[in-house]
């Protein structure tokens, strides 16, 4: 999958730095918190800044629920507890609304949105500073691979 996208990046006739950009914006969408979204968000951003689809599509569909969504998921999870001083683990609320739901009570239902924020806000953290890191470090080494394949296919005959 990954070589088969790389080739489509290889093959774009616009010029490197601009594929780079493309392709880490698209890294930036796929570590996103907003699951669901990643294939919207990467459309409109290539339509607003007319931005090479297949670029913003490879690095987007590097989160795709096949291969990487759940370590993506925990990546950013684990991340966003450790940055807010939160232990891994589900707290022993949680865990207890989940063995023993009580479907007909609201107050379940509100102790369950109190202890579901609490993995949403670790996840959302993560998954921000995530999205950042990988790309700002996807468009250097992109580009670097880009810069280099060109520099090759201008000196072979």
């Known amino acids: 999958m990954f070589p088969a ?3 489509g990046l290889l093959a774009i006739d616009d010029p490197p730095e601009r594929t780079a950009l493309a392709f880490s914006i698209g890294v930036f969408i796929a570590f996103s918190p907003f699951l669901g979204l990643h294939t919207i968000a990467a459309t409109l951003i290539a339509f607003l800044f007319r931005f090479n689809k297949i670029a913003i599509y490879a690095g987007t569909f590097l989160n795709n629920p096949f291969l990487t969504l759940m370590p993506i998921t925990v990546a ?27 479907l007909f009570s609201g107050d379940y239902y509100h102790l369950m949105f109190v202890q579901s924020w609490y993995m ?22 992109t580009l670097w691979l880009l810069r280099k394949h060109h520099q090759r296919k201008q000196e072979s005959p």
């Not at 950013?76 to 009580?102: D, M, T």
């Not at 921000?128 to 468009?139: G, H």
Request: glycine share 8%; with cysteine; charged share 15%.
């Open 120 to 141: 949403v806000e670790s996840f959302a953290l993560g998954a921000t500073l995530l999205s950042v890191i990988c790309s700002l470090l996807a468009y250097p080494l």
């Open 76 to 102: 950013s999870y684990a991340l966003g507890a450790f940055v807010l001083g939160r232990p891994l683990s589900i707290p022993a609320e949680g865990v207890e609304l989940i063995k023993n739901p009580r």
């Open 5 to 7: 996208t790389f080739r």
